[in-house]
């Protein structure tokens, strides 16, 4: 047994305890209104736009095999491709640490995927595509839709003037300031989106929901396990479904409702009707408020 632990001891000793580091700081030329395709095997993304017409990348990697990351970033005058690998089996030992920077003309979309890391995006004049294996989504400032995927982290989303599309599988998801669509699924975390001038469809299977419309209300908006709240204006036309299998639905005296009222649920016509609003728990209240 006191040669095995020795034998194990000098197993881990000859790992290398030094970090290497290897870096990219280059450029493309390309176009207003191309695209942007990232893919990396691992690492954090930031993405920001300037004034320049070429796509500017900045990478380091640090840690136990980062000697061993490759970037290459190529370009056809118009759209652009940054791909990146990293660690080898030295990731079983710690892992080597990306992280990436970017910049993009004004108006430039962005399909970016990591598998394992964050991703921010700020002021983007184009459609972002963003996916992560594991991480949290930053996104704010985007002139264009956005697409958003991520297996375990939170999601952020705020000033989008288009359609927000959103998943997480586990974890909140906060989204204000969107002009356009919101579809929107937790697989478990609260969901807050306000300040939204579109139809809402929100979903989680664990968590409270927070909803504030600038227009007139329309959507679906469910969750397994939570209280639903809605703030709409109160001189908002929508037809509204609500219900819940475990508390009570209610509506300030503000609206005109006329239909049909019970405690868990509520089906009728909201100051002569218009747009459809279902609101569904199985285990909390439901709340529509007037602002």
């Known amino acids: 047994m006191k040669h095995a632990l020795i034998a194990a001891s000098l197993l881990v000793l000859s790992i290398p305890a030094i970090s290497f580091a290897d870096e990219l700081n280059k450029s493309v030329p390309v176009q207003s209104g191309g695209k942007l395709d990232v893919n990396l095997s691992s690492g954090s993304i930031e993405i920001e736009t300037h004034s320049e017409e070429e796509v500017r990348v900045e990478t380091s990697a640090t840690g136990v095999g980062s000697a061993r990351a490759e970037f290459e970033l190529t370009s056809d005058g118009k759209d652009s491709k940054l791909r990146g690998s990293s660690g080898g089996w030295f990731q079983w030992f710690g892992g080597t640490r990306v992280r990436v920077r970017i910049r993009v003309p004004e108006r430039y ?28 989504v930053d996104v704010q400032n985007v002139l264009g839709s956005v697409e958003i995927r991520t297996s375990g982290g939170t999601v952020q989303v705020a000033d989008v003037v288009g359609d927000l599309d959103a998943r997480t599988s586990g974890g909140r998801v906060s989204v204000s300031q969107v002009t356009g669509r919101i579809d929107v699924r937790s697989s478990g975390g609260s969901l807050r989106i306000h300040e939204v001038g579109g139809p809402v469809f929100a979903k989680t299977s664990g968590g409270s929901v927070s909803v504030r419309f600038n227009a007139q209300p329309e959507g ?43 405690r868990g649920r509520i089906e009728g016509h909201v100051n002569g009707g218009g747009p459809l609003l279902e609101l569904k728990t199985s285990g909390g209240s439901v709340r529509v408020e007037a602002d």
């Not at 969750?223 to 109160?234: A, C, D, K, N």
């Not at 037809?239 to 239909?259: Q, W």
């Open 109 to 136: 979309s962005v399909d970016a995927r990591t598998s394992g890391g964050h991703i921010e995006v700020e002021e983007l004049g184009g459609s972002a595509e963003l996916r992560t294996g594991g991480g949290n």
């Open 220 to 262: 679906e908006i469910v969750t397994s396990g939570g209280s639903i709240e809605v703030r709409v204006e109160s001189e908002a036309h929508f037809d509204l479904e609500a219900r819940t299998s475990a508390g009570r639905v209610s509506v300030d005296d503000e609206f005109d409702l006329h239909g049909e009222v019970r």
